[in-house]
T-cell receptor, first 115, second 112 residues
């Protein structure tokens, strides 16, 4: 069964450094998403991406964050200057379409630890 | 901003019995609701969904009920199995948006 994959599984970085989290969505999906889950808290929406542009973003997704689909398969989340509070699990998701009965399928996540 | 609430952080159920997980929401514009299951060190796995035009959707051992007037949905698992032990997240979305709003999750433990 097709699945969303994410690399790396765990990323440790120093505060102020840039990180890039990578995702390979399911191949026939057209909508891509990033969510995060801070330890012990709920899963929070960051951004959605369709047709090579951001379609929606949350207030968490500030100027420090950017997303890109650099080629036909990868979808990346970049954090320019990491802060301690960016430590979280970051989940990539994808869907065929949006709306009812077009569920988002999630990857296994990347655990980001900012020291 | 707790638009989706799961008030029970944990639930223990005996194997073979029914598990009922509850979720309340405040946003009347939500039109699609989902349940996801999450094991440790894995991403959320889609379980079942329901559109706001329905009040029940069933898939094998899993049934989701939606009560729009009460802004409440529930997930029934019958019969519960030890492999169902996981954290269950309720999620909702609003027409015209792309994002899912998640609840805080309920940790289900099915005892053998």
């Amino acid at each position: 069964e097709p699945e969303v994959t994410q690399t790396p599984s765990h990323q440790v970085t120093q505060m102020g450094q840039e990180v890039i989290l990578r995702c390979v969505p399911i191949s026939n999906h057209l909508y891509f998403y990033w969510y995060r889950q801070i330890l012990g808290q709920k899963v929070e929406f960051l951004v959605s991406f369709y047709n090579n542009e951001i379609s929606e973003k949350s207030e968490i997704f500030d100027d420090q964050f950017s997303v890109e689909r650099p080629d036909g398969s990868n979808f990346t989340l970049k954090i320019r200057s990491t802060k301690l509070e960016d430590s979280a699990m970051y989940f990539c998701a994808s869907s065929v379409d949006r709306g009812p009965y077009n569920e988002q399928f999630f990857g296994p996540g990347t655990r980001l630890t900012v020291l | 901003d707790q638009q989706v609430k799961q008030n029970s952080p944990s639930l223990s159920v005996q194997e073979g019995r029914i598990s009922i997980l509850n979720c309340d929401y405040t946003n009347s514009m939500f039109d699609y609701f989902l349940w996801y299951k999450k094991y440790p060190a894995e991403g959320p796995t889609f379980l079942i969904s329901i559109s706001s035009i329905k009040d029940k959707n069933e898939d094998g051992r899993f049934t989701v009920f939606l009560n729009k007037s009460a802004k409440h949905l529930s997930l029934h698992i019958v019969p519960s199995q030890p492999g169902d032990s996981a954290v269950y997240f309720c999620a909702a979305s609003e027409a015209g948006t792309y994002k899912y709003i998640f609840g805080t999750g309920t940790r289900l433990k099915v005892l053998a």
